[in-house]
C-alpha cells in the first residue's frame, strides 16, 4: 500500500497491481521485505487497539441511552467511534510514521531504532506527529463509516446480537471495505506527510510538506485527480482482512467475558 501510494517512484518501484507489487517486492528485495515494519505496527496497536474499543463500547452505550433509550444509535454509534479514534491515532501515529517510512522503496534504515534516531534527529519529535491532523481527518470519517457499517450490517445478519463468530467476520471485513475505499485521498495526504518523499519534495518549494492542505495541494500537482485514489486496491484488500480479525477478536473476549459476569453473579 505504502509502495503503491508513492507519487513519484523510481523506475523499479512501479506497480500496475497489488500481486505484481507483492510478487517483485519479494524477488528482488527478498521474502521478508513486505513484512517490514510489522514489529513497531505491533507495538503500537496493543494500547492503541485496548484505548479505542474501550472508549467506543463505553461512549457507544452511553450515548445511545441519551439518544435511543434501549435500542441502538447509528448517531451514537458513529460519535463513538469518533472519539475512540483521538485516543487509538495518538498512540499509533509515531509507529505508522515509522512502518512507512521503512516500506519506502531503497529506504536507507534496517531497524526501527535507526529510523527513530534519524527521524528525530533531523527532523525533531513534532516529525512523528506531522500528519496526525490528517490522520484524524481521515480516521474521523473512516471510522465513523466503520461503526455505522458494522453496527447497521449485525442488525441484518445478527439482529439478536448474539456472539456469532461469521457475521462479526463479515460484518468486520464490509465495513472496513467500504470506509477505506471512501477515505483513499486522505490516506494518499497521509502517506505523503509520513514519508516526505524526495522526488515528490523537487514540486514543493516549502522543503517540507506540512499540514492537509499542503499536502492536497501536493498530490494534486504531481499526479492529478487520479493521485488521490493511488493504492485504492492494495487499502481495501489491507483492510478487509485487518478489520475483520479485529471484531472477531473484539467479539470473542466480550462474549467471554461478559459470560463470566453472569456466571459470577447467577454464583452469588
Not at 122 to 141: H, V, W
Not at 220 to 241: E, H, K, N, S, W
Request: proline share 4%; aromatic share 10%.
Amino acid at each position: 500500500q505504502t509502495r503503491m501510494q508513492s507519487l513519484r517512484p523510481e523506475p523499479a518501484a512501479r506497480y500496475r497491481n497489488v500481486l505484481e507489487a507483492l510478487w517483485r517486492i519479494v524477488r528482488t528485495e527478498g521474502v521478508w521485505r513486505p513484512m517490514r515494519g510489522m514489529n513497531i505496527t505491533a507495538t503500537g496497536a496493543g494500547p492503541a487497539h485496548a484505548l479505542y474499543f474501550a472508549c467506543y463500547e463505553k461512549l457507544k452505550k452511553t450515548l445511545s441511552d441519551v439518544i435511543h433509550a434501549g435500542g441502538n444509535s447509528h448517531v451514537a454509534n458513529g460519535a463513538a467511534g469518533c472519539v475512540a479514534t483521538l485516543l487509538h491515532d495518538a498512540a499509533m501515529n509515531p509507529a505508522e510514521v515509522v512502518k512507512q517510512r521503512m516500506q519506502m522503496y531503497n529506504s536507507p534504515y534496517q531497524r526501527v531504532t535507526d529510523c527513530v534516531r534519524a527521524v528525530w534527529r533531523n527532523e525533531g519529535a513534532g516529525a512523528f506527529y506531522r500528519s496526525y491532523t490528517t490522520q484524524l481527518t481521515m480516521n474521523i470519517p473512516f471510522q465513523a463509516i466503520h461503526f455505522m457499517t458494522y453496527e447497521f450490517l449485525q442488525e441484518q445478519l445478527n439482529p439478536h446480537r448474539q456472539y456469532n463468530p461469521g457475521s462479526h467476520v463479515v460484518s468486520g471485513a464490509c465495513a472496513g471495505a467500504v470506509a477505506a475505499a471512501a477515505t483513499t485521498p486522505l490516506d494518499v495526504c497521509k502517506t505523503l506527510l509520513n514519508t516526505q518523499e524526495s522526488l515528490a519534495l523537487s514540486s514543493n518549494i516549502s522543503g517540507h510538506i506540512t499540514g492537509m492542505a499542503n499536502a492536497f495541494r501536493t498530490v494534486y500537482q504531481v499526479g492529478g485527480v487520479t493521485a488521490y485514489f493511488r493504492g485504492v486496491q492494495a487499502r481495501v484488500i489491507y483492510q478487509m482482512p485487518s478489520t475483520a480479525i479485529a471484531w472477531s477478536v473484539y467479539e470473542f473476549f466480550k462474549y467471554i467475558l461478559t459470560k463470566r459476569q453472569e456466571e459470577r453473579r447467577a454464583g452469588k
